[in-house]
């Protein structure tokens, strides 16, 4: 079983910062690519950013230089910090992930998370 656990998220006045994590379960040992969705309320889901295991990482135009992601490939763990915070950013975030190896198993993906609610306050 693949599961994508979010938490971080929360409400927060505009200009302030969150930091989101996900977590991978446990029997996945590597993960190719990790990333960051939103989708706010009458939107459609965008990609936020994403990062390969090697690589280019890609931010949305809205969110370069504000936004950062991390990740920890040993713990397979994903992170997106997010500095200076606006209502335009209140969405549902979602992890995502392709490309899973388990001991005995690849998953090709994607798979997502429960998603996690930020609503930034004007």
């Known amino acids: 079983q693949v599961q994508l656990v979010e938490s971080g998220g929360g409400l927060v006045q505009a200009g302030g910062s969150l930091r989101l994590s996900c977590a991978a379960s446990?029997?996945?040992?590597?993960?190719?690519?990790m990333a960051w969705y939103r989708q706010a309320p009458g939107n459609q889901r965008e990609l936020v950013a994403s990062?390969?295991?090697?690589?280019?990482?890609k931010y949305s135009d809205s969110v370069k230089g504000r936004f950062t992601i991390s990740r920890d490939n040993a713990k397979n763990t994903v992170d997106l910090q997010m500095d200076g915070l606006n209502s335009e950013d209140t969405a549902v975030y979602y992890c995502?992930?392709?490309?899973?190896?388990?001991?005995?198993?690849?998953?090709?993906?994607?798979?997502w998370g429960q998603g996690t609610q930020v609503t930034v306050s004007s």
């Open positions: 990062k390969p295991f090697t690589g280019t990482t």
């Open positions: 995502n992930a392709y490309g899973l190896h388990s001991r005995d198993d690849y998953y090709t993906g994607p798979y």
């Open positions: 446990r029997n996945i040992l590597s993960i190719e690519t």
